[in-house]
């Protein structure tokens, strides 16, 4: 008979485990698994989703009951089925493990853990929030901060070098036409009608975001989207734009 697999399990921890240890298996496991350490990046990041939900549930109190009680109600039905089995009762089919579920979508966008937004369009992964502002509790806090362009080209590298975000170091500022797919003139914020892009997934952002393209015309400078008009222009990279990272979700 198969064992239930938990989130208990995942983390190599106790079921009566308190919210320090966990926290600490999190970290522990986290950094053991690191995408950045790891040949195969792809499972890397497939444990690090592991790892991060089960670290989610089991600190929050109502996750963590409805997970016990998940539990519960599987034991009860493997122990049935064991006591019929060893008195010679029929049994019904073995019970097949459901699928893991999917990450939630929003728009044509997957939201994963801790703040990022996957697009299986353009298989890159999003921060949903600026440099500045941060993702607390599934929503972004703080004020968004603004940099010059090559201000904001190093701002991302020490961003990397400070330990990234989500278990990645290699996050940057997008290109021009990256940026541009989130232009989006049918999601964008109904209360202001001018603000091209989904602010459900993007909440509080900024009206002009730097991409990491040089504008190769004369005069020189770089390319930016403004919201508002949702229309990429080229300016001076003296001026003061925000910033939203990217990464490649399948980078090496």
């Known amino acids: 008979m198969s064992k239930i697999r938990t989130h208990y399990d995942n983390l190599k921890v106790t079921r009566n485990a308190p919210d320090v240890v966990i926290k600490a298996a999190h970290k522990a496991l986290l950094q053991m698994h690191h995408p950045d350490k790891a ?5 890397a990041e497939r444990i690090t989703r592991i790892l991060n939900e089960a670290r989610d549930v089991l600190l929050d109190p109502v996750k963590r009951k409805q997970h016990d009680d ?32 999917e990450e939630p979508s929003l728009g044509k966008y997957k939201l994963l853990q801790d703040g990022v937004a996957f697009d299986p369009a353009t298989d890159l992964l999003w921060c949903r929030f600026a440099l500045g502002q941060q993702w607390q509790d599934d929503r972004v806090t703080g004020a968004a901060q603004v940099f010059t362009w090559q201000a904001a080209i190093e701002e991302a590298k020490r961003f990397n070098q400070q330990g990234g975000y989500a278990g990645f170091t290699d996050w940057r500022l ?3 036409d990256e940026l541009k797919t989130l232009i989006d003139k049918q999601r964008g914020n109904k209360n202001d009608a001018l603000l091209f892009i989904d602010h459900q997934v993007f909440p509080e952002s900024p009206l002009w975001i730097w991409s990491a393209t040089a504008y190769a015309g004369y005069g020189g400078g770089a390319w930016f989207v403004y919201f508002r008009e949702g229309e990429a222009y080229n300016e001076d990279t003296g001026f003061a734009r925000g910033v939203r990272l990217v990464r490649d979700h399948k980078s090496r």
């Open 39 to 43: 040949s195969d990046k792809v499972t």
């Open 174 to 176: 997008p290109t021009i």
């Open 70 to 101: 998940w539990i519960k109600t599987k034991e009860q039905h493997h122990q049935q089925s064991a006591d019929a089995e060893r008195f010679g009762q029929d049994t019904a089919a073995p019970e097949q493990t459901p699928p893991a579920p």
